[in-house]
């Protein structure tokens, strides 16, 4: 391996790391998740759930998808889906450290990881919209399981929520059916407003 190349992939790793210190909206026990958490609990949800749906997507397109989907917010930072202002600038955002991100690439493979990260941004294909069907699943669960208090900061609704959520219900399969399970949840426990 050149030496170049070598300290390319090292510096992109060494990147990587950083997902452990983006904070989430969403906590777990008694501090907030971070982007790491919540990728790999994602990438959890994708193998659990991967045998469930109909075609079975291609599970490693899947992973290398949800393994780079939020590596943008090491400098964009993450934007919780339900803050008006922040949403308005997050594309730009994200695309900027994109850019610069996989940048830092050697050519092919930065192509390549950006390419996953468009596809999975994109959600042309059945690959995308599974991986995106467990990314909203897990933020969906990881708010109700810890109380969801990000969701009281800002008044959540159920129809406000379902326009994100929908989406993922659209799945079919278990995701509509764990996202109605979650709903019944959290309209008992009084963690969203009618």
């Known amino acids: 391996m050149p030496p170049e190349r070598r300290d390319a992939l090292l510096a992109f790793i060494a990147l990587g790391d950083r997902l452990k210190h983006i904070l989430r909206a969403g906590r777990t026990g008694d501090r907030r998740e971070n982007s790491a958490e919540h990728a790999w609990h994602v990438a959890l949800i994708a193998v659990t759930l991967a045998d469930e749906v109909s075609p079975k997507p291609d599970v490693a397109s899947v992973l290398a998808m949800i393994a780079i989907h939020d590596v943008v917010?090491?400098?964009?930072?993450?934007?919780?889906?339900?803050?008006?202002?922040?949403?308005?600038?997050?594309?730009?955002?994200?695309?900027?450290?994109?850019?610069?991100?996989?940048?830092?690439l050697p050519d092919e493979l930065g192509r390549k990881l950006r390419g996953s990260w468009d596809e999975f941004e994109a959600l042309e294909t059945p690959e995308a919209r599974f991986a995106m069907g467990c990314d909203r699943l897990q933020g969906f669960l990881q708010q109700i399981e810890c109380g969801a208090p990000a969701w009281a900061e800002v008044g959540l609704t159920k129809s406000r929520s379902l326009v994100r959520m929908q989406p993922a219900i659209d799945l079919g399969g278990p995701f509509a059916a764990m996202i109605e399970a979650l709903y019944e949840r959290a309209m008992a426990e009084g963690l969203l407003l009618p």
């Open 73 to 104: 917010e090491i400098e964009a930072g993450d934007t919780f889906a339900f803050d008006d202002a922040g949403l308005v600038t997050q594309a730009e955002r994200e695309r900027a450290a994109a850019d610069r991100i996989f940048g830092m």
